[in-house]
């Protein structure tokens, strides 16, 4: 596609709920990031994906959260049992391989627990 | 690891420059960003520059990278209403793929 695409870009949920976020990076890009940005905590490294690959995980805060991304695309962040220090701006990015030229960023899913 | 650092506000007259700075502690080759993100939108690129280069114009945006210092700049001419937003510096390592961002600078264009 044109660009970095997120879905939903507004969700609301209740606190315990499951959550899944969607990401349709720019077709070609075969490294995909996601990162969270909240306030006081600015712009955090979550999971890295190379093709269908998470080798680096390290930035997801707890075991509720996990990632996986499907024939080398789309990639779905998912959040069980959300609590409301899960409520961030969720940015998904991609970049055309490891270290490969610059990241182009979507415009984020805004997470808000209730 | 790396450490970005920005200041956090920055207001200036429309018509007049802005310049944005930033400093960042990775001492390997390293690829130095300039991020924009408007209220409600996700990061858009505006440019980047390797630490081997000292300076890089693009249309109204000139990036300054001062290497003994560790300092980046973001300079904007003639800036605009339509350039209010936050900014931010991120630095990656040429051999890595994760992005260190700095805390971003809100910037306030006033008529």
């Known amino acids: 596609g044109a660009g970095v695409s997120q879905s939903p870009s507004n969700k609301v949920t209740e606190k315990g709920k499951d959550v899944e976020l969607r990401c349709d990076p720019i077709s070609g890009h075969t490294a995909l990031y996601w990162y969270r940005q909240s306030l006081g905590q600015g712009l955090e490294f979550l999971i890295y994906?190379?093709?269908?690959?998470?080798?680096?995980k390290s930035g997801l805060p707890s075991d509720r959260f996990s990632a996986e991304r499907t024939g080398g695309s789309v990639s779905t962040l998912t959040i069980q049992r959300t609590q409301q220090e899960d409520s961030a701006v969720y940015l998904c990015a991609s970049s055309l391989g490891q270290g490969a030229g610059e990241a182009f960023f979507g415009q984020g899913t805004r997470l808000t627990v209730v | 690891g790396e450490d970005v650092e920005q200041s956090l506000f920055l207001s200036v007259r429309e018509g007049d420059s802005s310049v944005i700075n930033c400093t960042y502690t990775?001492?390997?080759?390293?690829?130095l960003y300039w991020y924009k993100q408007e209220p409600g939108a996700g990061l858009q690129l505006l440019t980047y520059i390797f630490s081997n280069m000292d300076m890089k114009q693009d249309q109204r945006l000139t990036v300054l990278l001062n290497k003994k210092d560790k300092h980046l700049s973001l300079r904007i001419a003639d800036t605009q209403t339509g350039d209010s937003a936050i900014y931010f510096c991120?630095?990656?390592?040429?051999?890595?793929?994760?992005?260190?961002f700095g805390a971003g600078t809100t910037v306030t264009v006033r008529a």
């Open positions: 990775d001492s390997s080759s390293t690829y």
């Open positions: 991120a630095e990656r390592a040429s051999n890595d793929y994760k992005l260190s």
């Open positions: 994906f190379q093709g269908n690959s998470a080798p680096d």
